[in-house]
């Protein structure tokens, strides 16, 4: 293999600095937001509060952070809704049986991992196009789990597993110091690693990266076997906070992750963003979604108002991206 | 790896801001109302609700899940959060609701359910809904009946099989036709109360079984897709007509009251709306106060009506007002 560039593009290495920090797109936006609904909605800031929109924020977190490895492929999972469901089920029906919370966690991982494994390597060596491909996965996941349950969700699971899902330690939630653990891997695997660095460069140019001697089959694997992956374990935070898992359990998620990678600055076109703007788009979705309802707004008008933000935040973000690479 | 951590130290922090919390009055009782989604039928329960709320002279707190349990869990928890009264709620994820029902009440509040039973209604305050067994059970009879123990083809649209609602109005169906080995269901058609789903089950099953004879159509909304298709084929033909199509349809809406007026249907089973509505108002107040709510569930059948009787039965359908 030839040897990778000595340093990152200069887009990915300025990303860090306090200065970047402002120019992540969202992060005004979510700054305004938040001050903006503290002030005019009593308890906003409560810690009931903020510790509920901190377990509304952590599959979603998880799930978009996966995302984000496809996205800076230049590529999109469209299975990772279908593949949390059927995660939910097969983790549920297995806390029921064995009442081991932490066998139901695994199973819900590693169904995630090896979906994700399976669509890595069919999008990687056999070529197969990843919409097209993982719109089947999509389908057909969620079929699985409808069979498998009759259409009904799977509940009574042991007590320790809502225990843990609405437990907090050291004052967060739980579920809130897995979606930070997840942040920091995922931040430090992008930016330290060499296939971390490679999955950028590869989604930035797929022919250059081929002619520099990247391994290109390696990076958008791993790209797609870590969103698989974070789905089932995104797929664990609801099921340990529902108490229940369910055939249609994902539905929502594969909308609101891409929403939450897009605000974020992750390019669709791959090659440009990461995990913290991942991180500051979710908290933009989790905070408009939960200050929205607390103001009073009808579900139709709260859809309006996250859908402005979404175009108006990516052409927001795509404005920047384009002062700061001097690109057209 | 220093800027690294300043960038996870700011996420979190984002999140973990000192906090202070203001408890809500409790002076004036507000129900928080958690509906699983918005959809024309929902609407009227909406309004059914509101009426009776403010007929108490308490206040309403609403939120719309959007067919998303963890939304709608996270929305009940800020309701609680915020000091209500009670809760009513009609939940999207029958099981999920088990445990957020448990942690409502552990917290003080009681926690109603409105129209989706939950799996296990002890986890509950209180339940009132429409009986969903009662309908599909007199939707069957009314086939049977029709059918006249001639061979009777049957197309049969199922709700919803993720809630309590959808997967009675289908089995109680079932149940009743068991009586009538004359009749074949010749299709069940899942929809998740998609009318769209409707239309595409009705077009397959008049494309396979010409001859079809009946179609149950467990919740109004499905009558739009159903209409279409037997417009299509010049098969919308009123009650009475040779070539008549026998429809069966639940909920009671102005849609479903029209189309018993306009005799395209045959049997319309409503929903006692107002009625529900002022049972769930009315136990969640009186267990905000701490009074004791018997029975702990109640289900009320549909009321059945048809173009015969629809003039005199008008005033009882709330779809039918107005």
């Known amino acids: ?18 200065a970047a920090l402002l120019k992540l ?33 952590a599959p979603l977190a998880i799930a978009a952070i996966g995302l984000t490895f496809v996205f800076l492929l230049g590529e999109i999972d469209l299975s990772i809704g279908s593949v949390l469901s059927l995660a939910s089920v097969l983790g549920a029906l297995t806390m029921r049986g064995t009442a081991s919370v932490w066998l139901g ?10 979906i994700g494994a399976l669509n890595g390597a069919v999008i990687a060596w056999f070529r197969f196009s990843a919409f097209v491909y993982t719109l089947g996965v999509l389908v057909t996941a969620r079929a699985i789990a409808m069979l498998i349950t009759g259409g009904h969700s799977v509940g009574r699971l042991p007590f320790g597993a809502l225990r843990f899902g609405r437990g907090t330690f050291a004052g967060l939630p739980w579920l809130l110091w897995i979606a930070i653990a997840v942040y920091a891997a995922a931040h430090l695997f992008l930016r330290q690693t060499v296939i971390g660095r490679e999955i950028a460069l590869v989604g930035a140019n797929r022919r250059a ?60 076109f791959g090659g440009e963003g990461g995990a913290f703007r991942t991180v500051t788009g979710a908290l933009v979705v989790v905070t408009l979604d939960k200050g929205l309802n607390l103001l009073g707004l009808a579900f139709y008008d709260q859809a309006i108002v996250m859908g402005l933000v979404i175009v108006l935040g990516s052409a927001l973000g795509g404005y920047l991206y384009r002062r700061r690479t001097g690109r057209a | ?60 707190d609403f939120a719309n899940a959007d067919k998303d349990a963890q939304r709608q869990a996270s929305q009940v928890d800020t309701m609680v959060s915020q000091g209500v009264s009670a809760i009513i709620a009609i939940p999207w994820d029958i099981e999920a609701a088990n445990d957020l029902a448990r942690s409502t009440i ?41 059918a006249a123990g001639k061979p009777f083809k049957l197309l049969e649209l199922q709700g919803g099989l993720a809630n309590d609602n959808g997967i009675r109005r289908s089995r109680c169906l079932d149940d009743a036709l068991k009586a009538a080995p004359n009749i074949t269901i010749v299709a069940q058609v899942p929809t998740d109360w998609n009318p769209q789903k409707a239309l595409d089950g009705t077009e397959n099953a008049l494309q396979a079984h010409p001859d079809l004879a009946g179609i149950y159509a467990p919740w109004n909304d499905a009558l739009q897709g159903v209409f279409s298709v037997l417009k299509a084929k010049n098969l919308l033909l009123p009650v009475g007509d040779p070539k008549h199509i026998t429809i069966v349809s639940i909920d009671g809406t102005p849609l479903g009251c029209k189309a018993v007026r306009d005799r395209l249907i045959d049997l319309e089973i409503a929903t006692p709306l107002p009625e529900m509505s002022r049972r769930a108002v009315a136990a969640a107040i009186k267990a905000s106060q701490g009074g004791k709510i018997e029975p702990q569930a109640e289900f009320l059948p549909g009321i059945p009506y048809g173009p015969d009787n629809v003039k005199a039965m008008a005033s009882k359908i709330w779809g039918c007002q107005g």
Not at chain 1, 32 to 50: M, Q, R, T, W
């Open chain 1, 105 to 114: 966690v695994m199973v819900m991982v590693a169904t995630g991992a090896l």
């Open chain 2, 106 to 146: 552990a917290a003080g509040i009681p926690f109603v359910s409105l129209d989706q039973a939950l799996s296990d209604l002890k986890s509950v305050t209180y339940h009132i809904g429409g009986d969903p067994c009662a309908d599909g059970k007199v939707a069957g009879e009314f086939f049977v009946k029709a």
């Open chain 1, 209 to 268: 990266a081929v002619f520099a001697g990247l391994r290109v089959r390696r990076a958008r694997f791993t790209g797609f076997l870590v969103s698989g992956t974070l789905a089932g374990l995104a797929a664990s935070c609801i099921v340990l906070r529902l108490g229940s898992g369910g055939p249609i359990l994902g539905d929502n998620i594969l909308l609101m992750a891409i929403a939450a990678v897009v605000l974020g600055g992750t390019s669709v």
């Open chain 2, 1 to 60: 790896m220093r800027k690294a951590y300043l960038q996870i130290g700011l996420a979190a922090a984002l999140l973990t801001a000192p906090t202070a919390f203001d408890a809500a009055s409790a002076k004036d009782i507000t129900i928080g109302v958690s509906f699983d989604k918005i959809e024309p039928f929902r609407v009227a329960e909406k309004k059914a609700l509101t009426d009776a709320i403010e007929a108490a002279h308490a206040k309403m």
């Open chain 1, 25 to 57: 797109p969202m992060l005004p936006v979510l700054l305004v937001a938040f001050l903006a609904l503290s002030v005019s909605i009593d308890g906003f800031v409560s810690a009931a509060n903020l510790a509920n929109m901190a377990r509304l924020f």
């Open chain 1, 1 to 18: 293999m030839a040897d990778l560039p000595t340093a990152p593009p200069r887009v990915m290495r300025r990303g860090v600095s306090l």
